[in-house]
Structures are given as structure tokens and as C-alpha cells.
């Protein structure tokens, strides 16, 4: 509950995860290893992401059957609800008179510097090496509620592409969280930290296939930065070849071939057998060792010197106009 501007829940005895995390196994552990009862609300696209063996309960909005659900296991004053990239939209009334204000958002981010989603492929495009572990409380903006705990750390400087951030910023996660948990029930007092507004960026959601197309015009430093930022956990950054569709992954800049001309941006200039030399606009070259075909297979071998990787305007046009958006559902696009 907030009183006189701190947050705080005496006799914490529930925990109701809602949304989805692919560390929730471990999130309930903790909340086990603490003594708390725990819940966990999915929405039905989200609930095709589990695969381990995990009681769940889908709700794809907040109606007057997840509030029976809710309050026939649960009473609200002594339980936290905690969104997990929650599709399930909360309005006012249901934060303030449902909830009573006991339901928080976790964010890997520096907010408000880095509200909305795509969190680490738009963090790599824009060489963001802060990880930010941070709870604040759920309000009718996105991302916009007073903040109640945080705690920066760099990230290692082996993360180069969004498996390795993610890794490293789960791992802080899970400690972050306990520490948070341990701090309610030792009745601490958070202080309301709120967010102001004259700064800040609001980061839409991205989808590989929507907008992770390679537009070869781009400066060197800024090229592999965007075809890093769709490598791993996604299915890579995408430009055609020979009229095939294919995705890179496993890229690095290289600056040790000849100079080029912007002309020659995406020209396989040098194939090595295990990996090719691409041309970009500047002085810099590519390293490209993973090159995968529409049924994922690397056809890195198939390819010829002088072939060029070329993205057709119109893709490159689609993937900034089209924005993607989710809900319970799944994705929806927004074509305005």
C-alpha cells in the first residue's frame, strides 16, 4: 500500500506473477525459499512460451471472474502483484480500487530514459552499456510510476549481441528481486521516487520480421550494431542474396581489407570458406560466419564472390512504418 508517499506491505504472504518471464521457475523458487504463497496469471499467447511443467492460470483481461479468482485465494492487503511484460492492460481504477496499489513492474532499464519494450536490440543500436535493475509501481502510463528500488551495473565487454545482455541482466535480476522481496518483509518503508517528465524516451516493441531488415546505406559502426542487436535469442537480421530471403548472425566489423565506395555496400569482396568479407560504405568491412536460409540452414558456402546482399527498398520502408504491438492475442500490426 502508499501512505504519506512510501510504499510498503505489512505481513507480506502472497506473491501473484502476472505476464510471462522464462525465469519464473526460479522467481517461484525464491518466493518458496522465503515462505510466500505464489501465483502465476498468463495470457493465452504468452502461454505458448511454457515449456516446463508449471500450474498457471490464463486471464486475457481484468473482469469480474479474475477478480473472484484473485480474492477467493488471496486478500489484496498482503499479497504483491508483479508484471512480467504483462499483456493485460490496467487502468486506473483497477490499480487503485482492485489492487490497491500493491502491484509493481520490473524493468532492466534506466527509466525514464528507457520506457516501452525492444529493451535490448534498441540498447545495442544505441551502445547502451548500463544494466539497470529497477521496480517502480504500476500506474495508468507505460512505465511512468514512482520508482521504489534500483541498481546499476556494467555489462561485461563480451556482451555484444542481445543472449549475452539478457544472460548477464537475468542473473542481476533474480538477485535484485529476492533483495526486493527480503526488504518487504523486513517491513522496510520504499520512498515514492517520481519519475520526472521533461526527460525520458519511450522505446516501441520491435519484431525481427517487421522491422529487422538490413539497409545497407548505413554507416559501418552503425550496420553492425543493428545486425547485432536481432542476433540471438531472434532469428537475425535479414537482407536477400541472389533473390533468397536470408539472416546474418555471427557478424564483427573488420578493418583490415582495402578501402571501399559506397557503391560497393553489401559485395562479397573476399570468401574465406568459413566466413565472408562484405563490403560497407565506409572504411570498415564485415565478418560474416552465419548466413541462413528461409529453413535455417547456413548456406555460407553456396555463396560466390561478387554476389551482393541487397535489401529492397520497400522492406526497409515497411519496417519503419509498421509498428508492432501485442496483446493477450498476440501480435497485432499498426500500419499507421
Partial sequence: MIKNNFFSIPNLENVVFIGYSSQLNEL??????????????????????????????????????FKNFITSKFKIEKTIFISLGSRIIFSKDVI???????????????????????????????????DNQLVHIIDEGIDTGPILLTKKSIFPKNCQIPLDFEEFSKLNFLVFFQDFIEK???????????????????????????????????????LIKFINAFDDPYNGAQTTINNLNVKIKKAQLHGGDSSNHPFMSGLISRHDGDWVVVSTVDENMLLVETILND??????????????????????????KIRPKFNSKGLVKDTK
Avoid: C
Fill in 28 to 65: 517461484i523458487d525464491i518466493t518458496k525459499k522465503l515462505k510466500l504463497k505464489s501465483l502465476f496469471i498468463t495470457s493465452a499467447d504468452q502461454a505458448k512460451n511454457i515449456k516446463k511443467k508449471l500450474e498457471y492460470k490464463i486471464f486475457n483481461k481484468i473482469n469480474n471472474e
Fill in 96 to 130: 487503485e480500487n482492485f489492487f490497491k496499489r500493491n502491484l509493481v513492474n520490473f524493468h532492466n532499464s534506466r527509466l525514464p530514459l528507457d520506457a516501452g519494450g525492444g529493451n535490448m536490440s534498441w540498447r545495442i543500436m544505441r551502445n547502451d552499456r548500463i
Fill in 184 to 222: 518487504i518483509l523486513k517491513g522496510k518503508n520504499f520512498k515514492l521516487r517520481h519519475q520526472i517528465n521533461y526527460i525520458g524516451r519511450y522505446n516501441p516493441r520491435l519484431d525481427t520480421k517487421i522491422n529487422g531488415w538490413i539497409d545497407w546505406s548505413l554507416r559501418s559502426v552503425d
Fill in 295 to 320: 529453413k535455417g540452414v547456413n548456406i555460407i558456402s553456396k555463396l560466390k564472390l561478387g554476389d551482393r546482399f541487397i535489401t529492397p527498398i520497400e522492406k526497409i520502408y515497411l519496417s519503419k
